[in-house]
């Protein structure tokens, strides 16, 4: 008898070479219509969402944007952040032409006990010509377009979070440290044959300065309570997009902004879409506590960090929560 694909994919070797060597990604196991998820992707107890820790509640500030120029607007900007394929083996990273353009899945499988259930294209931004001539044509002219056009919130969310600071100039030095580099991802999550079992993303909270989400309706993340273990669902609403502050920020503000600690589960009857930009510092950049804050007496809770180092340190292990703000700790 010919073993069943749930069977044959219970070799590591075999799972590896279809998901990630051959370009299919999970993409692909889940269109061979798989009744079982393999084992590879069964996550340990601790890291499934138990959903006896969701909190039913109201909890996302929802912010309307249109009138800047009300102080209250501001205020709630700045609670909300101390609070809270077919192109795909192209650009796998064995044969991408250019790091700055990478097909993906699951998060670091080489570093993951259990894999995450997720493909990605990541796209870093240098320069139009260099998108023109390096992005997939399928997507390129709507990446840059959506890129631009949140280039203006993105402005307006850093000028009154540094004014949060005490921070009254945003000149080009500082711009460039709070959004010197962009990196946009398309991230598509399958449905999955047993959800349960593992996750879309693992726990974790971004290396950006800002994150901007653009989620579909379908649904399914979640941010962490500041304090316990309990996880708030943050549901799509039409014409809205979600703002992350990020691990970059959180160590400029020396922690008066707090990333925000969140996870995708996995969906057993849709497929879920997600596009997130992250806003960052340039790669050379050092990051730490603003010297303005220095200056008014704070004490650092951070040391000054190499960006570049930062980001290695994270993509070098498995999601782990907040762990890799620790890099940075003094």
Known sequence: MAPTLAEHFQDSSALREFVINQGNGVKGLSELGLTALPKQYIQPLEERTCMTN?????????????????????????????????????????HSSSNNVRFGTSFTPQAEKALEWKDYLSLFYVSEEEASALWPSICREQVLDYMKKSEVVIKQLLQVLMKGLNVDEIDE??????MGSMRTNLNYYPKCPNPELTVGVGRHSDVSTLTILLQDEIGGLFVRENEGDNWIHVPPVKGSLVINVGDALQILSNGRYRSVEHRVVANGSNNRISVPIFVNPRPADMIGPLPELIASGEKPIYKQVLYSDYVKHFFRKAHDGKKTVGFAEL
């Open 173 to 178: 030095t500082k711009e460039s440290l709070l």
């Open 54 to 94: 969701i909190v039913l509640q109201e909890s996302i500030p929802i912010i309307d944007m249109s009138n800047w120029e009300d102080p209250q607007v501001a205020k709630s900007i700045c609670d909300a952040a101390s609070k809270w394929a077919e192109v795909k083996n192209k650009y796998s990273k064995e």
